[in-house]
């Protein structure tokens, strides 16, 4: 399986914007749920955002209103546009395909990136 690569964290103070890019290799992105975990230090990863195949969203309570997913099917990629970040909102993101569309789970055989640090702080 070839893993996910994720790029665009940094260091952004307080009300600040962040986009995440995680490019994927393979014939399998455009038939694939896509989405966006974090993990903060000391807690489980847990899932954020998910765009379907068709395009369709849906995203966690902690993010609503101020996270964008969103997906490239030309270029293999899947973005997380992150507005009115919080500390709290500080973790490393990782993005992977999902089993389903109203799954929190990775799919079967599904492997993980490096991730990216997202630290927001003043």
């Known amino acids: 399986q070839v893993q996910p690569v994720e790029s665009g964290g940094g260091l952004v103070q307080p009300g600040g914007s962040l986009r995440l890019s995680c490019a994927v290799s393979?014939?399998?992105?455009?038939?694939?749920?896509m989405g966006w975990y974090r993990q903060a230090p000391g807690k489980q990863r847990e899932l954020v955002a998910t765009?379907?195949?068709?395009?369709?969203?849906r995203y966690s309570d902690s993010v609503k209103g101020r996270f964008t997913i969103s997906r490239d099917n030309a270029k293999n990629t899947v973005y997380l546009q992150m507005n009115s970040l919080k500390p709290e909102d500080t973790a490393v993101y990782f993005c992977?395909?999902?089993?389903?569309?109203?799954?929190?789970?990775?799919?079967?055989?599904?492997?993980w990136g490096q991730g990216t640090q997202v630290t927001v702080s003043s």
């Open positions: 765009v379907g195949t068709t395009g369709a969203t």
């Open positions: 393979g014939s399998l992105f455009s038939s694939s749920v």
């Open positions: 992977n395909r999902l089993r389903a569309y109203y799954s929190n789970d990775p799919a079967s055989g599904s492997s």
